[in-house]
């Protein structure tokens, strides 16, 4: 069965520092890709990053990163030098399958950024 | 550069009433695909529509949840006789091609509040 793991539903982190979001997937298909949105408190879902199962290098998009490690089915959401507007909902998805469209969401973690 | 749009943002109806959620794509996006998210929980898909053709509604209650995307015009996720259970946000996304792990954009979202 496919799946998608985010054990924290609620993180904190300080502004400037760098925070890790966790995010496991269980998937049998060799190819699929897997996704981080951002919802914030206004409700609208913002893309953030993608990884292919194949892409030999990690993602990064200004300062999202993603820890990509395929034998751990792991794909953790890193967000570097942390701003007051990354307080927000953070999922991650994946689309398994070739020619699969849907997305499997995960739970969610709600991200809190200090001053 | 319209992104994906949905109206009405907040929708509330009694119960027994219909509701109708709009959904544009964004320009030269002729994938349309439907997810409700429950209170404190991910995204389910729903439904995956082309234009004229629905291609996927596994995720969809079998009975009083239909959807369209007409040739011309918006999509339209129409539930009849809405219960309590409805009450959720509905978030319609679009992508350009429709192929497998293809990043989708998603919309604001429609907060149905079902009284």
């Known amino acids: 069965a496919q799946k998608i793991t985010q054990t924290q539903p609620g993180m904190f982190v300080q502004e400037k520092e760098a925070v890790t979001l966790d995010c496991t997937y269980d998937t049998s298909d060799p190819s699929y890709g897997l996704f981080w949105y951002k919802q914030p408190s206004s409700g609208e879902m913002i893309f953030l990053i993608y990884q292919g199962s194949y892409d030999q290098q990690n993602a990064t998009e200004g300062r999202y990163s993603l820890n990509f490690q395929k034998a751990r089915k792991s794909a953790n959401l890193v967000i570097s030098a942390s701003q007051l507007g990354d307080s927000a909902m953070y999922f991650c998805?994946?689309?398994?399958?070739?020619?699969?469209?849907?997305?499997?969401f995960g739970t969610g973690t709600r991200l809190k950024v200090l001053a | 550069n319209a992104g994906v749009m949905q109206n009405p943002r907040h929708l509330v109806r009694r119960r027994g009433q219909e509701a109708r959620l709009r959904c544009s794509p964004m320009?030269?996006?002729?994938?349309v695909y439907w997810y409700r998210q429950l209170p404190e929980e991910g995204l389910k898909f729903m439904v995956y529509l082309q234009k004229e053709n629905i291609i996927d509604e596994s995720g969809m209650p079998k009975e009083r949840f239909s959807a369209e995307f007409p040739k011309e015009g918006p999509s339209i996720l129409r539930i009849q006789q809405v219960v309590r259970g409805d009450s959720a946000a509905y978030f319609c996304a679009s992508s350009p091609r429709g192929k497998g792990q293809e990043t989708q954009y998603f919309g604001p979202g429609t907060r149905l509040l079902v009284l």
């Open positions: 320009k030269g996006h002729s994938h």
């Open positions: 998805a994946m689309s398994a399958g070739k020619g699969t469209y849907k997305y499997i």
